[in-house]
């Protein structure tokens, strides 16, 4: 089998091998050189630095936005199939949701910047450690990085920009072995869901598209079903937006424990959550987290890095029996191999979403509730 970067369905054309696989590998990788077949859905290019000979940023910018959600649908429903035993939807049915008002460029507010040796801030060609030195992607807010390509930074730091909820621009410089240095801005950016405000660290996460959050609060609020004097556990919980979610549900009388490995977050979720008694963060590991728990959740909500969750944390929770769990996942294989085993855990998949929120990208956000048979 072989995978063609840059291709669209149904389209021939002319690819060069990038990788043949060895060993028990059954595919190999191929990049397009030459469209000669294309698709009705190609269109010319939405990212002007993106492409076969460009930044690795925006890999789906040469389709519509409509083909784009449609083949992020199709591999979440076969990865459901062939990694989770789960039949979502039938590929041709399977469509990735648009986020907010469903624009494909501009959502980016919030990105890194790696530095070359002499100084210029780029982004990485695909698999790559050369970088691009124009910075003009179509992923993010106009204006983010102006004048950011033409100054000089330190070969050993990273550049991370963000603009924020106050449309307030920072730009911070980190890296590892160096201190951190505000470049621009503040340190902290100013961010807001429903009524709430934040302050995160610029080199801390934070959903990257504008309307993700609030998106993704409103949909866990919903689907947790909490009633007051409920238990919630939020694991891999950032800096608390659904902790604070589930802590308007139990009310004063529940509990909501919100677990991060991540020391900036955990601080920036305590101070946010401070008038919140009913919430308490944990900064660890959710596997030590769960470890110490005597009492059973009503509730557990996930949101785990791009390697999931795994098996480890998804058999504590099926032997803590938590009955309904709501779990988010940003990589579509890691969420099916997540789902397949809450399933041979004994739980069945109630209901479940698929965002198209990263356009321009393969990249989705899967979100599926599970119950307890």
Not at 122 to 128: D, P, T
Not at 194 to 207: D, E, I, L
Not at 245 to 251: E, N, P
Not at 317 to 323: D, F, G, N, R, S
Request: proline share 4%.
């Amino acid at each position: 089998m072989v995978f063609v970067r840059y291709a669209l369905p149904g389209e021939t054309v002319r690819a060069r091998l990038v990788h043949t696989g060895s060993g028990r590998e059954k595919f190999w990788n191929a990049e397009v050189v030459e469209v000669l077949e294309p698709s009705a859905d190609r269109v010319d290019p939405w990212c002007p630095i993106a492409g076969v000979d460009g930044a690795g940023c925006c890999d789906l910018a040469f389709a519509t936005p409509e083909a784009v959600r449609r083949v992020k649908g199709a591999v979440v429903a076969n990865q459901l199939a062939r990694l989770g035993d789960y039949r979502w939807r039938a590929e041709d049915d399977a469509v990735a949701e648009p986020v907010g008002d469903g624009g494909h460029t501009g959502w980016r507010t919030r990105v890194r910047l790696d530095v070359s040796d002499d100084g210029r801030a780029g982004f990485h060609r695909y698999h790559s450690a050369e970088l691009v030195h124009r910075l003009d992607c179509a992923q993010l807010e106009a204006g983010m990085v102006a004048g950011l390509a033409e100054r000089r930074w330190p070969s050993d730091a990273a550049v991370h920009v963000a603009v924020d909820d106050e449309a307030h621009r920072h730009v911070v410089l980190a890296g590892r072995g160096r201190r951190t240095e505000v470049a621009e801005g503040e340190y902290e950016t100013v961010q807001r869901v429903a009524g709430r405000s934040w302050r995160v660290p610029v080199t801390a996460f934070w959903q990257a598209h504008r309307d993700a959050p609030a998106l993704y609060s409103a949909l866990v609020t919903e689907w947790a079903q909490l009633e007051p004097g409920m238990t919630a556990w939020d694991l891999y919980g950032g800096a608390g937006v659904f902790a604070a979610a589930l802590a308007g549900s139990v009310g004063p009388t529940g509990r909501v424990l919100s677990v991060d490995t991540s020391r900036g977050a955990s601080r920036a979720a305590r101070a946010a959550l401070a008038d919140l008694d009913t919430v308490t963060v944990v900064t660890d590991s959710v596997r030590r987290a769960l470890a110490g728990q005597t009492a059973r959740a009503d509730v557990a909500v996930l949101d785990p890095p791009r390697t999931g969750a795994g098996r480890d944390v998804i058999d504590q929770l099926a032997a803590a029996e938590v009955p309904r769990i709501v779990h988010i996942g940003c990589e579509a294989a890691s969420f099916a191999r997540d789902v397949g085993l809450y399933r041979q855990h004994g739980y069945d998949v109630e209901q479940l979403r698929v965002f198209d929120s990263f356009p321009l990208t393969h990249h989705v956000e899967c979100v599926a509730v599970l119950t307890r048979r």
